[in-house]
Each structure stands twice: as structure tokens, then as C-alpha cells.
């Protein structure tokens, strides 16, 4: 393929993959623990990294790495303490995030609005080899945790109160997941764009409980989805000259779209075959006897 004779394709396509693989891997604890928007929270508080990074010189991945996992620990304390202010702190968790990475941004030398364009949206172009190094270290961490630990986060997300009953260190895993997130959004800023990788967590996760309602398929359907829409979509970008990130998750919607259409039938003719099968009830066993009502009385 011609894309592949550039360097900076190569670069790309090889962060997609990381990025298809990542964001459903971690994506579908989140939606276990009805937590869908998690990415997208943590996306605003990775831009402050992103900003610091360019202020202070240094790499905005690393940076917003560790901005990232500073903010997603916070989220996790709002969570166990805020109450019924948790919901106004978070909001200024999110919100100030955002506006500390513009600020900074704005405020390092040479900072302009591209260089914060390419890391909403997401950018091939601007994909160096520093990035991909830390893409591929920080993606092999989020498979570890959600590989490694899949039947504790399993646990964890289906009832809390149980994993802690059985002795699971409930709150530590719930840091972890909220931290694995959060390097998952740092994997996928450079290809998705922060505003945009909380639908690549989410919507392959939905789109393989079209098919399958088994954890281990379901996992194992979101991130062949979610390596699909990536690769599809940095490749449509490469030829039609269009933002990839939201060549992405339009790709990841239509996926969605198609497996939805395609899984209705499915589920129909599986729930006749069912009815089918089931042996038919005999109306004798439900008849009432002669002289007693529906109450079991006895008539006059």
C-alpha cells in the first residue's frame, strides 16, 4: 500500500491499532460500572497535561499521562466522599481542566491553536516516534491490568458488595480502573482526540453486546471492532484528507448502526426457536375443579 512508504503512516496506523485495542479494553469495566463517561471526564482533565507539557518543554503524552491519572484518582475520591456535592466538584474537575490546557497552551512559546486542534480532534501528522514509544508502553500497561485482573474487575463491576464480601480489595481496584482509563485517554489523544476517545471506550462495548452477551465475547468482539474502526478510519483520513478522530467514531457509530440491525432478526428468530422448543402446557393442570371458584372455595 502507497500510506506505508511514509514514515509517519507507519507511525500512525501502529497507534491505531494500540488505540482499537486500549479504549474497548478498558471501556467495557466502565460500562459494567455504568460509568460510560468516565473517558470523556478525564479527556478535559488530560488537556492541563497536554498544556503543561508545552509550557514547561517537556512531552505532552508523558504529562498528560500523569495530569491524567492525578485527575482520575480525584474522580475516584469525589466518588467515595462527595455526596451530594459530588457532582458540582466534578464539574469543576472537568471544566478546569479543559481551561488550565487552553491556558497553558496559549501561554507556552510557539503554543497556537493548532497544536491544541491535534490534540482535541487528533492529528496523523503530528505523531513523532517519542509518541509511539510512549503509546506502546503505556498500551501495554492498560492490557496488562485489564487482561491480568480481568475476573477481580469483573467481579468488582457486577456487585460491588459481593467482591467485598469474597475479600477483594474493592477500592483499590476501583483506583486501578479509574487510573487504567486514564492512560488509556493518553494513549488515544493522539489518534482519537481527547474530546472524542470516550465514544471509542463506549460504543464498540455496545455494539458487541449486540452479539453476545458473554463477558469474554463481548470483550473479545469490542476490541476487534474497536482495531477495525481505527484502522479504517486513519486510512480513510490518509486518502480523503479528513479529521481521523471523527473519522473514527463515525466509523464506531455505523458499527453500532449495523450490528443493531443485524442482531434484531437474530434475537427475534432465537426467542420463536425458544417457544418452539418448549413443550407445550397441558390445560388440565391449570383447570379449576368442578364447584370451586378461583379462590378455592368451595361454591354452594
Known amino acids: 500500500m502507497e500510506l ?12 491505531a491499532v494500540l488505540v482499537g485495542i486500549t479504549a474497548p479494553a478498558i471501556g467495557i469495566y466502565l460500562v459494567q460500572r455504568r460509568q460510560p463517561l468516565m473517558g470523556d471526564g478525564i479527556g478535559h482533565v488530560a488537556m ?3 498544556g503543561l507539557g508545552f509550557l514547561l518543554s517537556a512531552s505532552p503524552v508523558w504529562m498528560a499521562a500523569a495530569v491524567s491519572v492525578l485527575g ?29 490546557g487552553v491556558m497553558f497552551i496559549n501561554l507556552a512559546p510557539g503554543g497556537s491553536n493548532a497544536n491544541l486542534m491535534s490534540y482535541l480532534f487528533g492529528s496523523l501528522s503530528t505523531v513523532s516516534q517519542s509518541d509511539v514509544v510512549a503509546i506502546f508502553l503505556l498500551a501495554a500497561f ?13 467481579a468488582v463491576g457486577q456487585d460491588e458488595e459481593f467482591a467485598r464480601v469474597t475479600g477483594l480489595p474493592v ?24 474530546l472524542l476517545v470516550s465514544a471509542l471506550m463506549v460504543v464498540p462495548v455496545a455494539a458487541a453486546q449486540q452479539l453476545s452477551r458473554s463477558f469474554a465475547a463481548t470483550f473479545a468482539i469490542a476490541v476487534a ?24 467514531v463515525l466509523l464506531t457509530i455505523a458499527a453500532f448502526i449495523a450490528l443493531t440491525a443485524l442482531a434484531t432478526p437474530l434475537a427475534r428468530r ?31
Open 171 to 194: 477500592r483499590a481496584l476501583n483506583l486501578l480502573t479509574a487510573v487504567t482509563a486514564a492512560v488509556t485517554v493518553t494513549v488515544a489523544m493522539r489518534v482519537v482526540g481527547l
Open 270 to 300: 432465537r426467542a420463536r426457536a425458544l417457544a418452539a422448543a418448549r413443550p407445550a402446557e397441558d390445560p388440565a393442570e391449570y383447570a379449576i375443579p368442578a364447584g370451586r371458584g378461583a379462590t378455592g372455595e368451595v361454591g354452594a
Open 48 to 50: 492541563t497535561g497536554v
Open 142 to 154: 492498560v492490557v496488562l491490568v485489564t487482561l491480568g485482573l480481568r475476573r477481580q474487575l469483573f
Open 72 to 100: 482520575a484518582v480525584l474522580m475516584e475520591l469525589i466518588r467515595w466522599y462527595g455526596r451530594t456535592r459530588g457532582d458540582i466538584a466534578l464539574a469543576m474537575l472537568f471544566y478546569g481542566g479543559m481551561a488550565g
Open 225 to 248: 471492532i474497536g482495531v477495525s474502526v481505527t484502522i479504517g478510519g486513519t486510512i480513510t483520513s490518509y486518502y480523503q484528507d479528513v479529521p481521523p478522530g471523527a473519522t473514527i
Open 4 to 15: 506505508l512508504n511514509y514514515a509517519f503512516m507507519q507511525r500512525a496506523l501502529l497507534a
